[in-house]
């Protein structure tokens, strides 16, 4: 019988400076989100998301800024003119992780923790021997980089209406009541 290895669950990565290994990157572009998955040597995980779109579909000057000089750091070029996401992967950023605590959304007598990332430094790998699962994520063996679906595929992935047999939904008539 197989043997299935146990975590400590999810562990918010203590406040201090890392090293970071880029080992996958998401762009969707409809929606203009760009999400980052970063680990430490010793294998904790961090993800770094820019919407670099705001609701009006135009660009977050901001966000914009944000990731285009986390994208220039990892890559160590100031001088780049544009990346694909992609290209970030394998690439190392030294890192300040910062914790902010806000109310949470849920119950805002209750109080959440995030993990941010401060002032960030080029890097040209880690500081420390990484562990056996990090060097499998850095080398692409897990993690990969998949582009997200687009809302149409995933419309088309959803299961069809049951047939106008099906029991009438509850509540207002529409075409009743509109007389048509």
């Given at each position: 019988?197989?043997?299935?290895?146990?975590?400590?669950?999810?562990?918010?990565?203590?406040?201090?400076?890392?090293?970071?290994?880029?080992?996958?990157?998401?762009?969707?572009?409809?929606?203009?989100?760009?999400?980052?998955?970063?680990?430490?040597?010793?294998?904790?995980?961090?993800?770094?998301?820019?919407?670099?779109?705001?609701?009006?579909?135009?660009?977050?000057?901001?966000?914009?800024n944000a990731f285009s000089y986390f994208a220039k750091t990892a890559m160590n070029d100031f001088d780049l003119e544009d990346v694909d996401p992609e290209e970030l992967i394998g690439h190392y950023i030294e890192a300040e992780v910062v914790h902010t605590q806000l109310p949470s959304n849920k119950d805002p007598n209750k109080m959440v923790t995030f993990a941010n990332l401060g002032d960030k430094a080029a890097a040209d790998g880690f500081d420390e021997e990484p562990t056996a699962r990090v060097l499998a994520l850095m080398s692409g063996e897990q993690g990969k980089s998949t582009p997200k679906p687009k809302t149409a595929q995933k419309a088309a992935q959803k299961p069809q209406e049951a047939p106008s047999t099906a029991a009438p939904a509850k509540g207002l008539d529409l075409d009743a009541l509109l007389g048509d």
């Open positions: 019988m197989a043997r299935i290895p146990m975590t400590s669950g999810f562990v918010l990565i203590p406040e201090g400076t890392y090293v970071f290994g880029i080992y996958a990157a998401t762009y969707d572009e409809e929606f203009g989100k760009i999400e980052v998955k970063l680990v430490t040597a010793k294998g904790m995980t961090h993800t770094e998301r820019f919407s670099i779109k705001d609701s009006n579909d135009q660009l977050n000057e901001k966000a914009l």
